[in-house]
T-cell receptor
C-alpha cells in the first residue's frame, strides 16, 4: 500500500455540487497538506494541518474547506464546485522535525463541468 | 514569504548532462529539496541538501548550493529518456518547516 493514499484518483462533477477528496497516510506524520496544481502555476497551498486540532489556511483557501478526522486522515471539500476548480489535487505529509521533507500522494484529477 | 524561481523548460539530448537551476529568497532556508514529477504521477523526493553543505552527489545526481547567491542547481549526468519529467525546487524555511515550491522545470530528453 502507498504511504499516502488519495481517493478518488479521478472525478468529474457538475457545477454547484459538493465534493470531498480524501487523503490517508501510514507514515505516522503529524503534518498534512492539500495542494492544487495547474499548468504553468506550479503547486499552490490550499490548507495545511500541523495536528488534529491545528488547521490553517494556505494561499488559495477560498471555496475550499478541510477536516482532519484523525492523525492519519485529512479531507478536502469543495462546497459548491465551479469550473475554475478543475485541477490536479495533491495531499502531502511531513514529520514535525527532521529533514525528511514531504511525502506526496498520487493525486486526484478533478474536472468540474 | 519565500519566492522560488525556476526556468519552465529545458531540453537536452540523451546522454548529455542536464542542469536545472533554482533561485530562492530566504537565506535562512535549512534544507533544500528537489522533487521529480513524472507524467500522471505525484511528486517524488529526488534528493536534498542541507544548508551547511556546498555539494551533494548521489549516483548521477549532483546538487550544488551557493548560499551567498541563494542559488541551487541539480545536475543529471548521462541524461536518459526516463529522466523526462517536471523537477521542482523546494527550500524549507528555518522556523516553519514548510516547503515553498518553485513552478517546476519541465525537462524534455531528445533521443
Amino acid at each position: 500500500d502507498a504511504d499516502v493514499t488519495q481517493t478518488p484518483r479521478n472525478r468529474i462533477t457538475k457545477t454547484g455540487k459538493r465534493i470531498m477528496l480524501e487523503c490517508s497516510q501510514t507514515k505516522g506524520h503529524d503534518r498534512m497538506y492539500w495542494y492544487r496544481q495547474d499548468p504553468g502555476l506550479g503547486l499552490r497551498l490550499i490548507y495545511y494541518s500541523f495536528d488534529v486540532k491545528d488547521i490553517n489556511k494556505g494561499e488559495i483557501s477560498d471555496g475550499y474547506s478541510v477536516s482532519r478526522q484523525a492523525q492519519a486522515k485529512f479531507s478536502l471539500s469543495l462546497e459548491s464546485a465551479i469550473p475554475n476548480q478543475t485541477a490536479l489535487y495533491f495531499c502531502a505529509t511531513s514529520p514535525r522535525t527532521g529533514g525528511e521533507g514531504y511525502t506526496f500522494g498520487s493525486g486526484t484529477r478533478l474536472t468540474v463541468v | 514569504g519565500e519566492d522560488v524561481e525556476q526556468s519552465l523548460f529545458l531540453s537536452v539530448r540523451e546522454g548529455d548532462s542536464s542542469v536545472i537551476n533554482c533561485t530562492y529568497t530566504d537565506s535562512s532556508s535549512t534544507y533544500l529539496y528537489w522533487y521529480k514529477q513524472e507524467p500522471g504521477a505525484g511528486l517524488q523526493l529526488l534528493t536534498y541538501i542541507f544548508s551547511n553543505m556546498d555539494m551533494k552527489q548521489d549516483q548521477r545526481l549532483t546538487v550544488l548550493l551557493n548560499k551567498k547567491d541563494k542559488h541551487l542547481s541539480l545536475r543529471i549526468a548521462d541524461t536518459q529518456t526516463g529522466d523526462s519529467a517536471i523537477y521542482f525546487c523546494a527550500p524549507r524555511g528555518a522556523g516553519s518547516y514548510q516547503l515553498t515550491f518553485g513552478k517546476g522545470t519541465k525537462l524534455s530528453v531528445i533521443p
